[in-house]
């Protein structure tokens, strides 16, 4: 691939997007009316420059995994078109960026907030975590749940209950989601060494983690409705995305497949988008 598209694999752009979508959402619910402009371009880049550095340094740290796994053994990390050294300028440039823009177009605590999740995320997630305890990514999840609440903050300068609910909701679903592509990809994790929940515990035991964390997420989604950060129509949507998720788990207990586990894996992408574009909606319908 050209250069230029190998160093952006090394941002996980879809990944990031994700990131940043959540992180305008957290901007938009934090105000009755329109985030200016220069808050909106100036957070969203920043969040998104950072948030690129952070996955770069994980690409970075895990080479010789991310060789070993089908998944990823085609990133330029791991097949060394891309050198360490130019992977660190890289993502010193990008983090070195983001923290500038986020320092002059939205407020300290957002560009500080934003370079803990990166510390988080690239350090403590990928170094400590993830090779150590099957439980890395409910641990770890922290990181992955930030993005609204740097937007939160990025619009009010402070991080409010509100915020700490979005936090909540990505974090519970965070490992459902994760253990879901785990499953069907559980011979490249066993490949590389990492000691994944399908690894460690096996499908079963996974598969009913999957279930008890769907359903204690349904319960969570329904926090913004309860506290009034919401109307009728984000409850229906979060009442509907939420029997979806349970559904799809409990089929995988009662029949495991390959095929089904991917499927759930997608349905969790969708299951995000979907609530927060829904509270995004109902925000702006019942003003």
Same mark, same amino acid.
């Given at each position: 691939? &050209?250069?230029w598209r =190998?160093?952006?694999v090394? $941002?996980k752009p879809?990944?990031?997007?994700l990131?940043?979508?959540c992180? #305008?959402?957290?901007?938009?619910?934090?105000?009755?009316?329109?985030?200016? /402009?220069p808050?909106?371009?100036?957070?969203s880049i920043?969040i998104?420059?950072?948030?690129?550095?952070?996955?770069?340094?994980n690409c970075?740290i895990?080479?010789?995994v991310?060789?070993?796994?089908? %998944?990823t053994a085609?990133?330029?990390?791991a $097949?060394g078109?891309i050198?360490p050294l130019?992977?660190?300028?890289f993502?010193?440039g990008?983090?070195?960026?983001?923290?500038?823009v986020? /320092?002059f177009?939205?407020?300290?605590?957002?560009?500080?907030?934003?370079?803990?999740?990166?510390?988080?995320?690239?350090?403590?997630?990928?170094?400590?975590?993830?090779?150590?305890?099957p439980q890395?990514?409910?641990?770890g999840g922290?990181s992955?749940?930030? &993005?609204?609440?740097?937007? /939160?903050a990025?619009m009010?300068g402070?991080?409010g209950?509100?915020?700490?609910i979005?936090?909540l909701? #990505?974090?519970?679903?965070?490992? &459902?989601?994760f253990?879901?592509?785990?499953?069907y +990809?559980?011979?490249?994790?066993?490949k590389?060494?990492l000691?994944? *929940?399908?690894v460690?515990?096996?499908?079963?035991? $996974? +598969?009913? =983690?999957?279930?008890?964390y769907t359903i204690?997420?349904?319960?969570?989604?329904l926090?913004?409705?309860?506290?009034?950060?919401?109307? /009728?129509?984000?409850?229906?949507?979060?009442?509907v *995305?939420?029997?979806g998720?349970?559904?799809?788990?409990?089929a995988?207990m %009662?029949?495991y497949s390959?095929?089904?586990? %991917?499927?759930?894996?997608r349905f969790?992408?969708?299951?995000?988008?979907?609530?927060f574009?829904a509270l995004?909606?109902?925000h702006?319908?019942?003003?």
């Amino acid at each position: 691939m &050209p250069r230029w598209r =190998q160093y952006w694999v090394l $941002t996980k752009p879809r990944v990031t997007q994700l990131a940043v979508f959540c992180a #305008i959402i957290g901007m938009f619910l934090a105000t009755p009316g329109m985030v200016p /402009w220069p808050i909106l371009i100036g957070g969203s880049i920043g969040i998104w420059l950072l948030a690129g550095a952070a996955f770069a340094v994980n690409c970075l740290i895990e080479q010789a995994v991310d060789a070993k796994m089908r %998944r990823t053994a085609w990133r330029p990390s791991a $097949t060394g078109e891309i050198t360490p050294l130019q992977i660190v300028i890289f993502s010193c440039g990008l983090g070195g960026a983001g923290m500038v823009v986020l /320092w002059f177009y939205t407020n300290p605590l957002t560009m500080w907030l934003t370079f803990a999740t990166f510390v988080g995320y690239a350090v403590i997630y990928t170094v400590v975590l993830k090779p150590m305890t099957p439980q890395n990514i409910v641990i770890g999840g922290a990181s992955g749940a930030m &993005p609204p609440v740097l937007g /939160w903050a990025a619009m009010t300068g402070t991080v409010g209950h509100e915020a700490l609910i979005l936090f909540l909701i #990505i974090f519970l679903w965070t490992p &459902p989601h994760f253990w879901a592509l785990a499953l069907y +990809r559980v011979e490249d994790y066993r490949k590389s060494g990492l000691p994944m *929940l399908p690894v460690t515990h096996g499908s079963e035991f $996974t +598969r009913l =983690q999957i279930l008890l964390y769907t359903i204690v997420l349904g319960a969570a989604c329904l926090l913004p409705f309860m506290v009034g950060m919401s109307g /009728w129509l984000y409850l229906v949507a979060a009442v509907v *995305l939420s029997i979806g998720f349970v559904g799809y788990a409990i089929a995988l207990m %009662r029949a495991y497949s390959d095929a089904l586990a %991917r499927q759930t894996f997608r349905f969790s992408l969708i299951h995000l988008s979907v609530l927060f574009a829904a509270l995004l909606l109902d925000h702006y319908v019942s003003i």
